[in-house]
């Protein structure tokens, strides 16, 4: 899940990411780098990955009011804290000050808690489905279920941007440096064209592992400071305890499962493809590359505000396209049920809405330095890394 995220003040890089020293490694192409990447055998990680965003949203001062969860990454610097074994199983903790929201995965299943709210949410493909997922693990490189409030790792972003290489961007290696106190080499995309918000994406790659170091991406709307940076500031490629995967929610905690359907195909659409994802009816990809605009059609937006419409459809049809993750946390987080946090009345959906969009003769926009979604009155959703006019003239 673009994915992406978003707004800090002034942009400093903690001295922990990057070293002035430039090593000394072997000469490699573009192609060579980014097949590399491709083709790297899966290992072991663990470590401390920052994320800073400045996508220019307004201050919700959301983490005040509702402790450590997936809105942190809309603004400011977040600290997460991530294990994989390399095979399949992996836990990561946004840490806040007084709270922390942990998301465990393990193939077709999948744990969310939120230390604040004290609730686990756990996801998996129904009983009967899970002897068909079984047979699918063999043949798909992931098949984790769609877990909402997903946090992006280095890896995660790099896999979105390099999908775009080959055909989308201008690919160049640029001088190697250091990462977490890693040597790294640095592959830059440049879309090829002026009709996205994207200006470049950066990525530094492990010269040993091929492991994502850092990425980074600039918005056309200022070349200079990043937009989104998510990068480790520390890393491990040990073997990683297996207790670390295992979850059980703590006493007390309410509980809730999420029966995830499972797909009947490992790969999605095509970009500009009319091919319906199973699940999400009323959705398609218009365009290609750093261009593609996702549209749903048939969105009640008022029940997904008041709680009363499922999630899913909506999630599904956002997903696999740069800046979806944005999109997803976006339409789900603020848009789905409120609860009672500490030291506050409940928190209002529609409040949050209305100071995120701006009204427009299509309906309401949402706009930031990297993504803009667009609400229509007449039940359509559009969203991609494209200008406000791009989204408001489909909808005419």
Known sequence: MVTAAVVAGAFTLPSALASTDTPDLADITASELAEKVASATPVPVSGTVVMTTRLGLPDLNLAQVQGAGPLDLLGGSSTVRVWS???????????????????VTDGGSAWTYSSSDDEAVHYAVA?????????????????????????????????????????????????ATQVAGRDAYQLELSPDSDATLVDRVLVAVDAETSVPLRAQVWSTQDPVTPAVEIAFTDISYDTVDPTVFDFTPPPGATTRDVVVP??????????????????????????????????????????????????????????????????????????????????????????????????????QLITSSLLTVLLTDDGRVYAGAVPAETLQALAR
């Open 85 to 103: 074994d390399g095979d399949g199983k992996a836990r990561s903790s946004l840490l806040g000050d007084l709270s922390e929201y942990t998301v």
């Open 127 to 175: 009983p009967e489905d899970q002897a068909a997922l079984d047979e699918l693990k063999a043949s798909a490189e992931e098949l984790d279920p769609a877990v909402v409030g997903d946090l992006p790792t280095p890896q995660a972003v790099a896999e979105q941007a390099l999908a775009y290489a080959d055909e989308t961007s201008e690919v160049t290696v640029l001088p």
């Open 262 to 363: 499972l797909p009947e195909t490992t790969t999605l659409p095509e970009p500009g493809s009319t091919t319906k994802p199973e699940g999400a009816p009323g959705t398609r990809v218009i365009g290609t590359g750093w261009e593609s605009v996702v549209e749903l059609t048939d969105v009640d937006l008022q029940a997904l505000i008041s709680g009363g419409a499922a999630e899913e459809d909506l999630r599904t049809g956002l997903e696999g396209t740069f800046g979806s993750e944005s999109t997803d946390q976006l339409m789900t987080d603020l848009l789905g049920d409120s609860s009672d946090r500490a030291d506050m009345t409940t928190l209002d959906p529609q409040a949050l809405l209305d100071q995120l969009t701006t009204d427009v003769p299509e309906g």
